[in-house]
């Protein structure tokens, strides 16, 4: 099988880009590379990630200014055409900002910045993210923001809901969604979207934070597994045909 | 008649000849305005910060004070051909950059400065 070639984007203020490239290169032996937000081509990538940190110190609205990036055409066109895309904290929010995904995220209900590890409902097993998880499989992941509170019109929220679109989902451990669970203030508890076409992915949880087994939790590796896995599907139907 | 600011003069003569001091703005038939921009968050979406500052207000004593909301207030100056172009323009920056529609209103004032330097 051939390595998924991971793209991830380097903003000025991004701080979780060498997490991300480490955990799909060293832990999972795919090949990945950084681009500098100022290049105009993605070039030869199979996924793109978006990482955590606070580009452009978070000026205006966090994700506000990166939108505006060169880099950001190109992951448009790429995400119009199908390609994964995957905004992990602060790559959330450039997603919602570039209006590749509904919604906005908002200062966190407590006004604190929260930082530790939360569960998240897998909602969605038959999303290319989260192929390799169970129904109602509950993953445990670290979250570090001050601007997590997922908000949307009743529209939005309804369709988000009915489409089959909220990926991820905060919950105790024991996978209630209650809100005691919630960290931040997020409706309907919700953790993680995806775009209508199942290829956009945004989540406040860093599962690249929770892939080393030297870190002492693997559960993040599963969002990467399944992608990779759908390149391995896509490519033995390939050779099939 | 052609509207000037208030730094040019006009002869005695006419109301726009060579005659005339004019800024190099008003040469160019252009008009500079402040915008005064004001975002806050909708009223439907919860509002932590301001709850936060109410209860602080509150605990000064200030009890006959509610509906304390945070927003950003934003300034910029603006070269243009007339006032309504101003306004289209400061509209569509806020609606595009300056606030989030998903989540913020907008509200701005627009007032004629004399050049870049009182701006």
Known sequence: MHKVKFGILVFPGSNCDHDAHDAVSSVLSQEARFIWHKESSLGDVDVVVIPGGFSYGDYLRCGAIARFSPIMQDVVRFARAGGPVIGICNGFQILTEAGLLPGALLRNESLRFVCKDVYVRVEQPGARFTSVCARGEVLRLPIAHGEGRYVADADTLRRLEGEGRVAFRYVTPEGEAVPEANPNGSMNNIAGILNEGGNVLGLMPHPERACDPLLGNTDGQKVFQSLIQSFAVHEAVHNLS | ????????????????????????????????????????????????????????????????????????????????????????IVKEASERLLSNPVMEDFSFTLEPVKSTAHA
């Open chain 2, 1 to 88: 008649m052609r509207v000037l600011c208030d730094l040019c003069v006009l002869c005695v003569l006419c109301d726009l000849c060579v005659l005339c001091v004019l800024c190099v703005l008003c040469v160019k038939g252009l008009q500079l305005f402040k915008a005064k921009i004001t975002v806050t968050l909708r009223t439907s979406i919860l509002d932590p910060q301001g709850k936060a500052v109410e209860h602080g207000l509150h605990s000064l004593g200030y009890t006959s004070i509610s509906g304390v909301r945070i927003g950003k207030h934003i300034e910029l100056v603006i070269e243009t051909e007339s006032r309504d172009e101003a306004e289209r």
